[in-house]
């Protein structure tokens, strides 16, 4: 009766250690994905969890005499080794060195700047109902976002009342250390990551997150790959690592996929962190050669060439990648079969749209409502539009 019942949980802690297993398959999508795993790497975390699972139902099983103390000893740590790795397998993250893109090259925001002469703003064409002269709010935000903001204030800011520090670009990660710090009254941002709103949040720092537009987050190859689309699901096989060949793709020749990322707090990056929603994102893998990071953005690093096609996969804005720094030798991709289009964004089939923000410390007050209370009216929505971004309505 003992020896029925011993065995009865031995067969039950391995059912649980298996379906454990099985869970952590299927939380990160191998069951959905296997046949799109064609690397090792990606393979890995597979592997640890056959490992773990198949080392400790023989611990489990095995007679533990001393004869097999040193098989059972390898097993327990292999066990040990296999749980402890799988984070780290989760994300690829065995290199000291990745694939990020460098700060070097952007595009030319001068001639952005409010009340410049030739400036590039977009006009409302009409008398603006909102007109402020003191006390005039304190902008930043992405720089995606810098055309849409400098509108705002050479449409609504007094001229005699201007002052250039009105109008700051310091980038999303400086914009949110300045209103968390106090330092700015109002920033325009496509999103928040974690650590940003971490940061808030251990500041005591409530902030507010007003809707003002609509935009498409893009995933943009050189000009030509001759893939026009991918699915959500294959956009998350390749960032989460378990695809790293075109030909998975249908591409037989585009070699290994070269799937740059933008650092962390990023606008871009956040919108990528959006798109893997819980799905660990792959740590930048390195790249064959170091001319391939070359010195300039992402926008100008997917349309590299290597070994004579262009392998790369990155990201953006749909703004930014036509307007703001275009590459003529790059496309925007089809996601699930729907180009993103400003008609696409407006009716939502566009599977990656996303709101754009005008964000506050805590509720605007003052000056600072006036001007988000007029982005959202007719005019201030149609100065969105005029922008090139699509407005909520």
């Known amino acids: 009766m003992k020896k029925i019942a011993f065995n009865a949980v031995r067969t039950l802690l391995t059912a649980g250690i298996f379906a454990a297993g099985g869970y952590l398959l ?15 790497v990606g393979a890995l975390p597979i592997a640890l969890i056959l490992l773990a699972c198949t080392g400790f139902t023989v611990l489990l099983w095995i007679k533990h005499t001393k004869r097999l103390a040193p098989l059972c000893i390898s097993l327990a740590i292999v066990v040990a080794l296999s749980a402890a790795l799988f984070p780290n397998a989760l994300r690829g993250n065995w290199w000291l060195k990745g694939n990020l893109p460098t700060e070097g090259s952007e595009p030319d925001i001068s001639v952005y700047e409010p009340f410049t002469e030739n ?6 064409g009409e008398t603006s109902t909102l007109v402020l002269d003191g006390n005039l709010p304190v902008m930043d935000g992405a720089l995606a976002l810098y055309p849409v903001y400098c509108a705002i204030a050479e449409t ?26 106090g330092g700015r009254d109002v920033i325009f941002v496509a999103g928040a990551s974690e650590s940003q709103l971490k940061k808030a949040a251990d500041a005591g720092v409530q902030l507010e997150f007003t809707p003002i537009g609509k935009e498409a987050f893009v995933f943009i190859v050189g000009a030509s790959n001759p893939v026009e689309g991918l699915s959500l699901q294959q956009i998350r096989n390749i960032y989460s690592g378990k695809t790293a060949k075109w030909r998975t793709l249908g591409w037989k020749e585009g070699g290994n996929i070269i799937a740059f990322q933008r650092p962390e ?128 309505k």
Do not use: H
């Open 26 to 40: 299927y939380r990160y999508e191998y069951f959905k994905a296997i046949r799109a795993v064609d690397n090792i």
């Open 119 to 124: 400036s590039q703003t977009a006009k409302l």
């Open 156 to 181: 609504v800011y007094d001229r005699q009342a201007y002052a250039p520090e009105s109008v700051m670009f310091t980038n999303t990660l400086k914009a949110y250390d300045g209103i968390i710090g």
């Open 265 to 392: 707090g990023s606008g871009s990056q956040t919108g990528l962190q959006q798109v893997m929603g819980d799905m660990p994102i792959q740590a930048p893998q390195p790249l064959p050669d170091k001319s391939l990071i070359g010195s300039n953005s992402l926008m100008q690093q997917v349309s590299v060439e290597w070994k004579g096609v262009q392998p790369a996969l990155g990201y953006s804005y749909r703004f930014f990648a036509n307007t703001m720094y275009p590459n003529p030798d790059a496309k925007l991709l089809k996601i699930d079969g729907v180009e993103p289009s400003v008609e696409n964004i407006k009716n939502g089939s566009y599977p990656f749209t996303v709101n754009f923000y005008a964000v506050t410390n805590g509720q605007p007050q003052g000056n600072t409502k006036k001007l988000i209370d007029w982005i959202l009216s007719p005019q201030g929505q149609k100065l969105i539009e005029k922008c090139g971004y699509t407005p909520l």
